[in-house]
């Protein structure tokens, strides 16, 4: 499928160019965007890859990794039927989830990108993607929000007077989107178009899980805690209970009388509004947000502790892990060049603005803002494109009107879809995508759906 659409996306941008009289940026955009693929995603890449690549060697060799999900061991089950219980590959998509949900996309893509190795292992036909590998980039590409912090963010630059209002809507509409996501990737895969076929593959071509999995996938039985460890790992998660509480609970004058510690060592995206008290905010929200603060450091602190706690060589192992980085980021370019060239060709033709034309007069009758067009169009797209767009919008309608709210959920309830696949199987070579695009493309549209009906029932 994916096939079909960079051919249409690209055809369509030389036909509408040249139908406009905008080759000029078409070509301007081919080129902007080969360059934005290598200088400024892949490369960068590279460090954020070696940094939880490393973290989850770890992980892996303090056992922490199996555990994990042995205690999820039945919703993964049901989810990925493929996969075996104790497999790599389980823990590795929990830690990403779990990092989607909160909004860490910096530690969300690497783990997704660990993921997805340890899913090529069982991969039995190189370069066509598995039922297990479509329905985890559904997930991701429909992952629940528990805080859209970019959303907030950017209403929060532009005064909103609640910037967290789009929290609860952008939740419920992910729990739509996500729901949609896996029920069409469970749907499709058994189409006859997306089905795999048994197949014979050539005896040096074929790939068994034997054959890819790294040594580190079966690690060696790392030593039990002492006592003192124990003693060491409850301290520290102390430590993080207590700050986390301390964010969450502490009254007003606390909050106040420390706002500008609070300001040097949190981010601005979760802080307050100005003028607005930390305290003012609901409970729920703050432990989210708090939550979201505090989540990467822990891991970064805890996962060294506790592979140190049981013996692991935590130096070396991060070393070794860390290794795989450079070469994950270097797999991904040729995909990204591909999908982000026919992006931009496509916008600089004006394939955006000519389906916003087209559209506009059917989506208009059935209660959609026109406003809203280009955003949605966009969001599969391209992040920044869509960032950019969504200040845009905020900045001339206002960030509390009806419709920014309305984009605010739509912004943090949807995912940058192509990107994702792109980085996702490319990072495996993976080229047949089967039904990926479709069932990512699907819970993309129930998002956006459900986002405006939700915030229509809430705001309207």
Same mark, same amino acid.
């Given at each position: ?86 497999? !790599? +590959? ?7 989830? $779990?990092?989607? @949900? #909160?909004?860490?996309?910096? &530690? %969300?893509?690497? *783990? ?109 039985? !790392? +030593? ?7 003693? $060491?790992?409850? @301290? #520290?998660?102390?430590?993080? &209970? %207590?700050?986390? *509480? ?215």
């Amino acid at each position: 499928m994916l096939n079909y659409l960079w051919l249409g996306l690209v055809a369509l941008a030389v036909l509408i160019g040249g139908v406009t009289g905008r080759l000029a940026e078409v070509t301007s955009g081919a080129f902007q965007m080969a360059d934005t693929a290598v200088m400024k995603i892949a490369l960068p890449l590279a460090g954020i890859m070696a940094l939880w690549l490393g973290v989850m060697r770890l992980a892996e060799r303090s056992g922490l990794v199996q555990q994990l999900a042995r205690a999820l061991r039945a919703p993964m089950r049901w989810l990925f039927p493929e996969v075996p219980a104790d497999h !790599p +590959a389980m823990g590795s998509m929990l830690m990403n989830m $779990a990092a989607n @949900m #909160l909004g860490l996309a910096n &530690a %969300a893509t690497p *783990l997704g990108l660990r993921a997805m190795r340890d899913l090529e292992t069982l991969n039995r036909i190189p370069g066509t993607a598995t039922n297990a590998m479509c329905t985890f980039l559904a997930i991701n590409t429909s992952s629940i929000q528990l805080l859209p912090t970019t959303a907030i963010a950017i209403l929060a630059t532009q005064h909103a007077q609640d910037p967290a209002a789009i929290v609860g809507t952008a939740l419920l509409a992910t729990i739509c989107s996500t729901v949609a996501g896996v029920a069409a990737v469970k749907w499709l895969q058994s189409w006859p178009g997306f089905r795999i076929r048994p197949e014979s593959v050539p005896a040096a071509a074929a790939t068994t899980e034997a054959a890819l999995a790294p040594e580190s996938e079966v690690p060696a039985e !790392p +030593a039990p805690l002492t006592p003192w460890g124990r003693a $060491a790992l409850a @301290m #520290l998660v102390g430590f993080f &209970a %207590a700050l986390f *509480l301390w964010q969450v609970l502490a009254p007003a004058g606390f909050h106040a009388a420390t706002a500008g510690v609070h300001a040097r060592i949190f981010p601005a995206q979760v802080a307050p509004p100005a003028g607005e008290d930390a305290s003012a905010q609901p409970i729920a929200l703050r432990a989210i947000g708090t939550l979201s603060l505090l989540a990467v450091p822990g891991l970064l602190v805890f996962f060294p502790a506790y592979a140190a706690a049981r013996g692991v060589k935590v130096y070396e192992e991060f070393v070794e892990g860390a290794k795989e980085g450079f070469g994950v980021a270097l797999r991904v370019i040729p995909f990204l060049v591909a999908i982000l060239v026919a992006i931009g060709m496509f916008r600089g033709a004006g394939g955006i603005e000519a389906m916003k034309s087209l559209l506009a007069p059917l989506l208009t009758p059935l209660g959609f803002p026109p406003d809203l067009l280009p955003l949605v169009l966009v969001r599969p797209l391209s992040g920044s494109a869509s960032t950019g767009l969504f200040t845009e919008l905020a900045q001339r309608l206002g960030p509390d009107s009806l419709t920014v709210r309305m984009a605010g959920t739509i912004f943090g309830s949807t995912e940058t879809t192509f990107y994702v696949i792109a980085v996702y199987f490319g990072s495996v070579a993976i080229r047949r995508t089967r039904h990926a695009v479709a069932a990512g493309l699907f819970a993309d549209f129930i998002g956006v759906v459900a986002s405006v009906i939700i915030c229509r029932l809430m705001f309207g």
